[in-house]
T-cell receptor, first 114, second 112 residues
Framework: EADIYQTPRYLVIGTGKKITLECSQTMGHDKMYWYQQDPGMELHLIHYSYGVNSTEKGDLSSESTVSRIRTEHFPLTLESARPSHTSQYLCASSPNLPTRHEQFFGPGTRLTVL | DQQVKQNSPSLSVQEGRISILNCDYT??????FLWYKKYPAEGPTFLIS?????DKNEDGRFTVFLNKSAKHLSLHIVPSQPGDSAVYFCAASGDSWGKLQFGSGTQVVVTP
C-alpha cells in the first residue's frame, strides 16, 4: 500500500496570504504529481515532477509553484491566495515503470480562501 | 476539450446486484486505462487497470472491459456492496511519462 501524506488536510485562509501545501511519500517514487479537483469535476493536473530538480506545469494553468529538492518531498506554494484558488488539492506519486501508470494518491488538502 | 468522458454522473444499484460504470475516450493514443474509487474528503484509491493489448482484466469483484474500436471501457462490480458507495473515476494514459487524463466521475450509491 502506498504511503503518501499531505498536510494540512483542511485550510481556511484569507485573501493575499502565502500558503504551502506539503506532500511527502515514503516509497522512493521518482514521479510525483499535483492535481486540483472541484466537486463533480475531473481531476486536473497542475504540476508534475519526474525526479529531483525536475518540475513541469500540467494541463491546467495554475498560479501555484512547486519544488522538488528531495525525492520524497513535493510542496506546492501559492504566493498570494485568492478565492478562485478554493479547491481540493491532491498529491500523487508513481514508480518509474514504463508499462504501468498507476498513481497513488494522498488524502488531499481542502483549501478555502475567504 | 475533455478526452475522457463519464456521461453518467450517478448510478443507484441494489446490494448484491451488478454495477456497470461506463467511460468513453476520444484520444486513440491512449494505451493504458485505470479506475479509481474516491470517498468524500479522501484521495482516490486505485482499483484496477488494463493495458490496450488486453480486452478484459479481472480482480476479485471488479472487472474492466476495453473496447478499443468503440473507444469505450466499462467497470463491472459484482456483487455490489454498501461499502462500494463512492465516486468512481476513469483515467487514461497515452505517453511514456504516465500522465493521466481523468473523467468527471460517477457517483455510485448501493442501497440495501
Amino acid at each position: 500500500e502506498a504511503d503518501i501524506y499531505q498536510t494540512p488536510r483542511y485550510l481556511v485562509i484569507g485573501t493575499g496570504k502565502k500558503i504551502t501545501l506539503e506532500c511527502s511519500q515514503t516509497m522512493g517514487h521518482d514521479k510525483m504529481y499535483w492535481y486540483q479537483q472541484d466537486p463533480g469535476m475531473e481531476l486536473h493536473l497542475i504540476h508534475y515532477s519526474y525526479g529531483v530538480n525536475s518540475t513541469e506545469k500540467g494541463d491546467l494553468s495554475s498560479e501555484s509553484t512547486v519544488s522538488r529538492i528531495r525525492t520524497e518531498h513535493f510542496p506546492l506554494t501559492l504566493e498570494s491566495a485568492r478565492p478562485s484558488h478554493t479547491s481540493q488539492y491532491l498529491c500523487a506519486s508513481s514508480p518509474n515503470l514504463p508499462t504501468r501508470h498507476e498513481q497513488f494518491f494522498g488524502p488531499g488538502t481542502r483549501l478555502t480562501v475567504l | 476539450d475533455q478526452q475522457v468522458k463519464q456521461n453518467s454522473p450517478s448510478l443507484s444499484v441494489q446490494e448484491g446486484r451488478i454495477s456497470i460504470l461506463n467511460c468513453d475516450y476520444t484520444n486513440s493514443m491512449f494505451d493504458y486505462f485505470l479506475w479509481y474509487k474516491k470517498y468524500p474528503a479522501e484521495g482516490p484509491t486505485f482499483l484496477i487497470s488494463i493495458s490496450s493489448i488486453k480486452d478484459k482484466n479481472e480482480d476479485g469483484r471488479f472487472t474492466v472491459f476495453l473496447n478499443k474500436s468503440a473507444k469505450h471501457l466499462s467497470l463491472h462490480i459484482v456483487p455490489s456492496q454498501p461499502g462500494d458507495s463512492a465516486v468512481y473515476f476513469c483515467a487514461a494514459s497515452g505517453d511514456s511519462w504516465g500522465k493521466l487524463q481523468f473523467g468527471s466521475g460517477t457517483q455510485v450509491v448501493v442501497t440495501p
